[in-house]
């Protein structure tokens, strides 16, 4: 098996070849180790590597292969870790200064699943800190380059966990979401990223950004790896209680239906000024790809969009500066050991710690929540976002699943938007309503650009209706395919 080869290896492809004894899972983690070693020092993706743990997980696996044991879902399959998921013994630093050196002693619910399943564990990626970003440009440990072009923007904050997929780093990976961060990554760099319904997938494990937002999901390089990520990753957790006891369903199985006679709506919001041509076609070839197998395309309105990037950034960075106030230098992580005081002690770790985006969003955050501002922010924003929920369940009374874009531009260029953090706040314009309105997402790859860049088109489901949303998102994949 050559490194090159391993950029296009699938799940399924992975489990056979074990199975049936044509490769080993420790070969392939040794392979991908050897990829990451020899190319991953131009795109920055990982940030640490757990090959003990990687390797002792890939030998249990050869040796149920060898004994002729049913194989898991994901037996020998190189998994990588977004860095705001913890791992037992495995740094966790959310890729942020006052993290540096944690440690955590138990593992996120959802890395305890992959590794049931037969994941082999590679490491952990880099990110935006905290997963603030929509650039992965704010890394305390320097930005993550697309692996499609690399002078451009791998998306944020998962970037590093598309990136890994993308530059065949791993097989599939996990990233998180709180307002786009797994489907504009997935889009930036041309493959499959799914957003879960909120409580579809266990928080427990997860360094928090904002609590009512943030989501965990799959990368992969086609709709079915997709399906079987999400059906190892789904199901309630006694650790998490906003996980959900509602039953999630084979997804793999559920892309075999056929997509005819599915409505399929078009939120006329998302397709007005700011949407880049070349993307504006694509995600309409995809719409005539449906139409031709069978679906039924109308037009639908959520009228409430244009308030969802405002209420986003008032909600999300309340929650931020609430979480994010647990990082003091006294529990883990940095500590100032020059301070006098316990006052000076936080003021010196916080400062030194946490970087420029991140400070703006506890700022922006503790305003919204001071004495006097709370009713004229936080709890209209909370309306607002009631209001788009309401857009979202109305609209799903006549469509079974919306299509839009996911991004308005496709992969701008390192440094493009930094000095700009109102026109990087943008890039989330079509990304952040789903988000507020805890429906599921994806990203499946449309089409590419004049310049080769990749464009992804975004199918919006009901909620805890993933099957539907992945089985229109096979049939787009297909498409392109054909």
Do not use: W
């Amino acid at each position: 098996m050559t490194l090159q080869s391993l950029k296009n290896l699938t799940i399924n492809e992975v489990r056979e070849a074990v199975a049936a004894g044509r490769t080993t899972a420790t070969a392939l983690a040794e392979a991908h180790y050897e990829r990451i070693a020899a190319e991953d020092g131009q795109i920055n993706s990982y940030l640490a590597l757990s090959r003990d743990r990687a390797l002792i997980q890939a030998e249990k696996i050869d040796q149920m292969a060898q004994r002729g044991e049913v194989l898991p879902p994901l037996a020998g399959v190189p998994v990588g870790i977004k860095d705001v998921l913890v791992m037992r013994g495995v740094p966790a630093t959310a890729a942020s200064l006052v993290l540096k050196d944690y440690r955590p002693p138990y593992d996120a619910t959802s890395v305890q699943r992959l590794e049931a399943a037969g994941a082999v564990l590679l490491g952990k990626i880099n990110c935006d800190e905290f997963a603030m970003g929509s650039s992965n440009e704010n890394s305390a440990y320097g930005p993550v380059r697309n692996p499609r072009a690399l002078d451009r923007v791998p998306g944020g904050s998962s970037g590093g966990s598309a990136a890994a997929v993308a530059a065949g780093f791993a097989v599939a990976t996990l990233g998180t979401d709180t307002g786009g961060s797994i489907r504009q990554p997935a889009a930036f760099c041309g493959v499959v990223g799914v957003l879960p319904t909120y409580g579809r997938v266990s928080r427990y494990g997860l360094i928090a950004f904002a609590s009512s937002l943030d989501r965990v999901g799959p990368f992969t390089r086609n709709v079915k790896d997709a399906a079987t990520m999400l059906e190892v990753l789904a199901g309630r957790d006694a650790l998490d209680a906003t996980s959900s006891d509602r039953p999630s369903g084979d997804y793999v199985a559920a892309l075999e239906k056929p997509v005819e006679g599915l409505r399929v709506g078009v939120p006329e919001e998302y397709f007005g000024e700011g949407l880049d041509p070349e993307i504006r076609a694509a995600v309409e070839k995809a719409l005539d790809a449906l139409k031709a197998a069978g679906c039924t395309i109308r037009k639908v309105s959520l009228p409430h969009t244009k308030y969802a990037v405002p209420a986003y950034y008032v909600i999300a960075t309340a929650e931020a500066s609430s979480n994010l106030s647990r990082f003091d230098g006294v529990r883990f992580g940095l500590r100032d050991h020059e301070a006098k005081t316990l006052s000076d002690m936080y003021r010196k770790t916080r400062d030194a710690g946490f970087g420029a985006e991140v400070k703006r969003r506890i700022l922006l955050g503790t305003y919204a929540l001071s004495a006097g501002y709370y009713d004229a922010y936080y709890k209209k924003a909370q309306q607002v976002r009631a209001l788009l929920a309401r857009d979202f369940l109305e609209a799903f009374h006549e469509v079974d699943v919306l299509i839009a874009p996911v991004t308005p531009t496709p992969a701008f260029r390192l440094g493009e938007k930094t000095d700009d953090p109102i026109k990087m706040y943008l890039e989330d314009i079509y990304s952040v309503a789903a988000s507020l309105a805890g429906v599921c997402g994806m990203s499946v790859p449309c089409g590419e650009t004049s310049e080769a860049l990749p464009i992804g088109v975004q199918v919006l489901g009901r909620h805890f209706d993933e099957a539907t949303m992945l089985r229109v998102a096979r049939a787009i994949e297909q498409s392109q395919q054909g």
